[in-house]
């Protein structure tokens, strides 16, 4: 390993090579091993005790991007597996194997040498931030150092599994009226473009004067077709610039989370899902053993919203100065009262941990039940704009046929 390592340090690429061999007690063994070449891998695994007869460098092969539900999903996995008694480095070969997306698959393996080698498993985490952020690295760090890693990885697992099902319930719940905009707009741009044209050439046969609201469509028509790359490139462009100033502009972020809290019924559900991953991380957190005021430090961020994060970080301030939590956070003046009562409790109590898991617990059911609620009242509320939207233009499209049947 040592010279695997050497060779990095000189610039020299590495690969992912599949070994089998076998090893002292004449046990068939198989693995995966990191090296510059199959020398390196041969060398290293003789160190090892184990005899080789077969390596083999491993296709690259892309895989999906990693998601957080895969973290999840393996953070169980680990848990469950060192609960059961199994080694880490065994449990992280377990894991890997089962892994059905490459990348995955991948980033264990790389995780397993790091610990392979000496690194702490924290330390090995924190090389990969973009899947493994401080929350999770700092409880992981808490777990190794007290002895506790089943225990805060069990807790992990549990709050990653919450978070992710919070998420999901909030894009399943703005998913369907954007992808029903997005095909409302297609609709109409197609009759536009194609269907009212069709109708104006029939309609100037009747050399008649035609509806206000006929002609207000077919005007409408006439500037689609002659400018619809320039609608189509206005509305793509100025939503890529949108995002991306969203994205980018730290200033932009707090502007927009402060609206979205602000908008009638979606603001609320936010609202509820930023409280509930608040008050989970910060149990978390706690019931880790980690301090307070370094807790906060992870707190804001997970909540996924700007105001919670400004929050956060007042509230870290007050504290870090002798004050109350509850009494910082009431200052703030966006927590629930509830959240406020449990944390006055858990404090006077000394079950802060207790007390924040089941505010969570609560508005994470209300997630559920506004969700829930919101789907309902959607769907009558998007085939009513739907309706009215291309409804309209067929009415005003079939106004002339009317009054010629009329007239005739």
Same mark, same amino acid.
């Given at each position: 390993?040592?010279?695997?390592?050497?060779a990095?340090?000189?610039?020299?690429?590495d690969f992912?090579f599949?070994?089998?061999g076998?090893?002292?007690?004449?046990? +068939?063994?198989? $693995? =995966?091993?990191?090296?510059?070449? &199959? @020398?390196m891998v041969?060398?290293?695994?003789?160190? %090892?005790?184990?005899?080789v007869?077969?390596?083999?460098k491993?296709?690259?092969?892309?895989?999906?991007a990693?998601?957080?539900?895969?973290?999840?999903?393996?953070?169980?996995?680990?848990?469950?597996?060192?609960?059961?008694?199994?080694?880490?480095?065994?449990?992280?070969?377990?894991v890997?194997?089962g892994?059905?997306?490459?990348?995955?698959?991948?980033?264990?393996?790389?995780?397993?040498?790091?610990?392979?080698?000496?690194?702490?498993?924290s330390?090995?985490?924190?090389?990969h931030?973009?899947?493994?952020?401080?929350?999770?690295?700092?409880? +992981?760090?808490? $777990? =190794?150092a007290?002895?506790?890693? &089943? @225990?805060l990885?069990?807790?992990?697992?549990?709050? %990653?599994?919450?978070t992710?099902?919070?998420k999901?319930?909030?894009?399943?719940?703005?998913?369907?009226p954007?992808?029903?905009?997005?095909?409302?707009?297609?609709?109409?741009?197609?009759?536009?473009?194609f269907?009212?044209?069709?109708?104006?050439?029939?309609?100037?046969?009747f050399?008649a004067?035609?509806?206000?609201?006929?002609?207000?469509?077919?005007?409408?028509?006439?500037?689609?077709?002659?400018?619809?790359?320039?609608?189509?490139?206005?509305?793509g462009?100025?939503?890529?610039?949108?995002?991306?100033?969203?994205?980018?502009?730290?200033?932009?972020?707090?502007?927009?989370?402060?609206?979205l809290?602000?908008?009638?019924?979606?603001?609320d559900?936010?609202?509820?899902?930023?409280?509930?991953?608040?008050?989970?991380?910060?149990?978390?957190?706690?019931?880790?053993?980690?301090?307070?005021?370094?807790?906060l430090?992870?707190?804001g961020g997970?909540?996924?919203?700007?105001?919670?994060?400004?929050?956060?970080e007042?509230?870290?301030?007050d504290?870090?100065?002798?004050?109350?939590?509850?009494t910082?956070?009431?200052?703030?003046a966006i927590?629930p009262?509830?959240?406020l009562?449990?944390?006055?409790?858990?404090?006077?109590?000394?079950?802060?941990?207790?007390?924040?898991?089941?505010?969570?617990?609560?508005?994470?059911?209300?997630?559920?039940?506004?969700?829930?609620?919101?789907?309902?009242?959607?769907?009558?509320?998007?085939?009513?704009?739907?309706g009215?939207?291309?409804?309209?233009?067929?009415?005003?499209?079939?106004?002339?046929?009317?009054?010629?049947?009329?007239?005739?």
């Amino acid at each position: 390993m040592a010279t695997a390592t050497a060779a990095a340090a000189k610039g020299v690429k590495d690969f992912v090579f599949e070994w089998e061999g076998k090893d002292r007690n004449g046990k +068939v063994v198989r $693995g =995966e091993l990191r090296a510059g070449g &199959e @020398a390196m891998v041969s060398a290293t695994l003789r160190r %090892q005790g184990i005899l080789v007869n077969k390596v083999k460098k491993r296709r690259a092969s892309g895989g999906s991007a990693i998601k957080q539900k895969d973290i999840a999903v393996f953070t169980r996995q680990l848990a469950t597996m060192m609960r059961a008694g199994v080694p880490l480095l065994q449990a992280f070969d377990i894991v890997a194997r089962g892994a059905t997306n490459p990348r995955l698959t991948r980033l264990l393996n790389d995780i397993r040498q790091d610990v392979e080698t000496g690194t702490s498993l924290s330390s090995a985490f924190r090389k990969h931030p973009m899947y493994f952020d401080a929350l999770y690295c700092n409880l +992981v760090e808490a $777990g =190794e150092a007290g002895g506790i890693l &089943e @225990a805060l990885l069990d807790r992990l697992a549990v709050y %990653q599994e919450k978070t992710v099902a919070i998420k999901n319930k909030i894009k399943s719940a703005l998913t369907y009226p954007v992808a029903v905009m997005v095909v409302a707009f297609i609709v109409v741009a197609v009759i536009m473009i194609f269907v009212v044209p069709a109708f104006e050439d029939v309609f100037k046969s009747f050399g008649a004067d035609l509806p206000a609201p006929t002609l207000v469509v077919i005007a409408m028509s006439k500037f689609f077709v002659s400018y619809w790359w320039a609608i189509f490139g206005a509305i793509g462009g100025g939503l890529y610039f949108f995002l991306q100033t969203w994205k980018r502009s730290e200033k932009m972020q707090k502007r927009m989370d402060r609206l979205l809290l602000k908008i009638p019924v979606f603001g609320d559900l936010l609202y509820k899902s930023a409280v509930a991953r608040w008050t989970r991380t910060l149990s978390t957190m706690f019931a880790a053993g980690v301090p307070l005021v370094e807790a906060l430090d992870s707190v804001g961020g997970a909540s996924g919203n700007a105001v919670f994060l400004e929050a956060t970080e007042q509230i870290q301030r007050d504290v870090s100065t002798g004050a109350a939590l509850t009494t910082s956070m009431q200052t703030t003046a966006i927590f629930p009262t509830m959240v406020l009562q449990m944390a006055s409790i858990g404090e006077e109590s000394g079950s802060l941990d207790h007390m924040l898991a089941k505010a969570a617990e609560f508005y994470e059911d209300e997630v559920d039940e506004a969700v829930k609620a919101l789907s309902s009242l959607m769907e009558p509320f998007i085939i009513v704009i739907l309706g009215g939207l291309i409804g309209g233009i067929v009415v005003s499209m079939y106004l002339p046929i009317f009054k010629l049947g009329q007239v005739v």
